[in-house]
């Protein structure tokens, strides 16, 4: 059983990779309008990455997507830049792992190198069949939905997609990660508190410590927990 969980987990290493890079304001599909699209579909080689902000090498683009506050943002992953069919998993090679949407208010979205990120959206695993936040993921498309929490204060920010992929066992977490460039409008006054990228997490964390074929392997989210506001 051993040798077959070891054979798995590397067959899977050397599986599919993926690209976050479309955004829907609610049901407008606005592609790669305001995403700053990586540089391929590999994941980020290292938690202490500077590419752990926007994604490995993101392109600059202008275009910023505006939504009002209580509204709904998609983000949608697929496999190759441009190949959106359903048929297709988002994620696929056993990429097994987490997904989490942050967002961060800046002066600027087309410009911003640094902000501090709260977490706004989040499926980990619950230790069921198909529970993996990669799962549910590709049941929908490799779509993922959230809304915008109404009292957040109008302004710029990046929405930052990430999912880690953790099937090449303990110690090997894979991020994938993409921003996209918004404006928030609105109300709202809240300015939640949040994490850098990189820093908001550690090899250490507990989430990284065991390989997820480990029978003692506990899902333990990392980075701060979701503002709903």
Known sequence: MKTAVVLLAA???VSAHSTWQDLWVGTADQATTCARTVIDNNPIASLTSADMFCGRSPKATTGVCTVAAGDSLTVEMHA???ARACKDPAIGGNHY????????KVSDATSAKSASFFKVAEDGYTGTTASWGT??????CGKRAFVVPKSLAAGDYLVRAEAIALHA???N???YVTCFQVKVTGSGTAN??????PGGYKLSDPLFQKAIYDSAFKYTSPGPAVWTG
Do not use: D, H, R, T
């Open 11 to 13: 067959a899977a290493s």
């Open 80 to 82: 190759q830049p441009g």
């Open 97 to 104: 792992g987490p997904v989490f949407v942050y967002m961060a």
């Open 135 to 140: 799962e549910i993921l590709n049941a929908n």
């Open 169 to 171: 066992g303990a110690g």
């Open 173 to 175: 977490p894979q991020p």
């Open 192 to 197: 939640p508190a949040g994490v850098a990228f």
